[in-house]
Structure formats: C-alpha cells, structure tokens
C-alpha cells in the first residue's frame, strides 16, 4: 500500500457532474480494528480530491490562496475493504458570491461507498472576511463540464 494520491483526470464522468477523479491507495493507517477504511479517513480522501480539483480544473493549489470549510456531509452508505481499489469523483455542485458546494463520491471497486458534500468558502488570508470568488475561478468552474 502506497501513501501516494493516484493521478486525477479533469473530465472523468460527465454523465454524473463529477470533473475530477482521482485515485486513492488505502494505507495501512487508514484501517480501523475491522480491517475496514475508518469513518474519519473518508474526509481526507474529500480533501485530496478537493485538492485535485483546485489545480487540475481551477487552475491554483489550496496551499496558495485562503478557503475554509464551512460545512461537510458525508453519507455512509458501504464500508471500504483494504484491499479496495478506491476513487473519489468531485465536482462543484453550486457556486455562490464567496462559496462552493461540492458534491463528492468515494467509490470503492466501482460501488458507490459514500457521497458527501462540502460548502468552502473564499477568504482574505490577512482579514479573514469572506471575499468573492474570482471571474476566473468561476469561468473555468463552468467549463469544466463541458
């Protein structure tokens, strides 16, 4: 097991609204005592496709601009064996003034084994106010699907 994250495609399921895809390799730290993915591991696989998707289909790394977690769902629906060959698919879901909702699927061997939802918002680094989202950001968001 690699603690890797695989490579992502931009356009990888357009039937569904997901832009991005990328793989995950399972680490033997992401087990619980079941020998199942533990529950808490599901939010680091949202935040490495976040993570893709900012760079791959926005063009800019979260490391160089200021967004906070406003809100995060994530709905459990099977559990994720060790040996599972796993994906996240994400995509944005709505785009507000300052905010984005993002819509996630964890797949583990093709199988729907969580969706989630996370609201992230823009904010000034040095002040911490919300701050709108760049016509930039927001024309590559809406291409992204095409």
């Known amino acids: 097991m690699s603690d890797e994250r695989g490579e992502s495609d ?51 790394s979260l490391t160089d601009v200021g967004t906070v977690i406003a809100s995060l769902t994530i709905d459990y629906v099977r559990p994720i064996e060790s040996d599972a060959e796993v994906t996240v698919a994400v995509g944005v879901a709505e785009l507000g003034a300052s905010s984005l909702t993002m819509a996630y699927e964890i797949r583990a061997d ?7 939802r996370t609201v992230q918002v823009l904010v000034d680094r040095e002040t911490g106010q919300s701050e709108p989202i760049p016509s930039e950001w927001r024309r590559r968001i809406d291409g992204a699907g095409d």
């Open 10 to 60: 931009e356009n990888s399921d357009p039937d569904t609204g997901y832009e991005c895809e990328i793989s995950i390799d399972v680490r033997l730290r992401d087990l619980d005592f079941m020998g199942h993915v533990n529950n808490a591991i599901y939010a680091t696989f949202l935040e490495e496709a976040r993570e893709a998707y900012f760079e791959d289909v926005i063009g800019v």
């Open 110 to 116: 093709g199988e729907t084994a969580a969706t989630a």
